[in-house]
């Protein structure tokens, strides 16, 4: 499972309100924890008006990179700011995202082709976001065909099927699962990930809902997420469904993590 850590983002009301008082030893304080606890990479979105959406990720990138050596999945629905921070970054990492949208995969599938990076690609597109697995798929299908295009390997994708919120769609994992076996079926070494706690947006104890869904989703073949991995909650799910679907043998990985203390009850 290829997680990425979800805290360094200004859309999360503490990050916010950390970005906004320059409060960077919080920043540091999750990184390090995200990292500690597992993060192939960590998220880093400003979530700030854009007029100073630049100098906003410029600074936490600055103050992750000097903190932890994971790598990072630079985050903006701006083209152009993702583009201007790649080269800060002293590591290849993720680009967060590319769409069906015109125009998205023609400005950065070029740029990364002959790197390391890798790319989210949303599978929505200038009609919005679909909820029909079958649009969903076709809009995959439209990305995986512009990154082949471009030289890039289809193991270089994290599909994102983008789960609705349940409170409005009441079959939203039904869809996300059916789109998720139809992309993993059509292309088995892509990847596909999910910001898990989208699906609980405005339902109550919305960690019940969340944990569930990573579970239910990797069932279906989901092999990333964007997740709080400082979460003991999510880390026990992530770990249990990896060994109940035959991922860890004799389960290795749970015996190690209950041992470290990475799961488990909390120790008094």
Not at 160 to 166: F, G, I
Not at 167 to 181: H, I, K, W
Not at 212 to 231: E, K, N, R, V
Request: a negative charge; one cysteine or more; proline letters at 5%.
């Amino acid at each position: 499972m290829i997680i990425i850590g979800e805290k360094i983002n200004g859309f999360i009301p503490r990050t916010l309100q950390a970005i906004e008082a320059k409060d960077e030893a919080y920043i540091r304080e999750i990184a390090k924890s995200q990292s500690e606890f597992g993060a192939d990479f960590l998220d880093v979105c400003a979530g700030t008006a854009p007029e100073i959406e630049r100098e906003t990720i410029k600074w936490l990138i600055d103050i992750v990179q000097d903190t932890v050596d994971t790598p990072l999945c630079l985050d903006s629905s701006d083209v152009s700011v993702l583009l201007e921070m790649m080269p800060l970054a002293k590591k290849p990492g993720v680009i967060n995202s590319v769409s069906g949208e015109e125009g998205k995969c023609e400005a950065i599938f070029p740029v990364i082709a002959d790197t390391d990076w890798k790319v989210v690609a949303l599978t929505c597109d200038q009609n919005g976001i679909p909820t029909d697995p079958e649009v969903k798929f076709q809009i995959a299908q439209t990305l995986v065909e512009k990154a082949q295009a471009a030289g890039i390997a289809v193991d270089r994708l994290f599909i994102d099927p983008l789960v609705t919120t349940l409170a409005t769609t009441g079959d939203s994992l039904l869809s996300f699962n059916e789109a998720v076996r139809k992309i993993k079926g059509a292309w088995p070494e892509i990847h596909i990930t999910s910001g898990l706690s989208n699906i609980s947006f405005g339902m109550p104890y919305r960690k019940a809902i969340n944990t569930q869904f990573l579970a239910l989703a990797m069932s279906a073949g989901m092999d990333s997420a964007i997740m709080d991995p400082t979460s003991a909650d999510m880390r026990a799910t992530l770990y249990a469904t990896d060994a109940l679907l035959g991922h860890d043998e004799f389960c290795m990985n749970y015996l190690t993590a209950f041992r470290a203390g990475l799961i488990g009850p909390a120790k008094k």
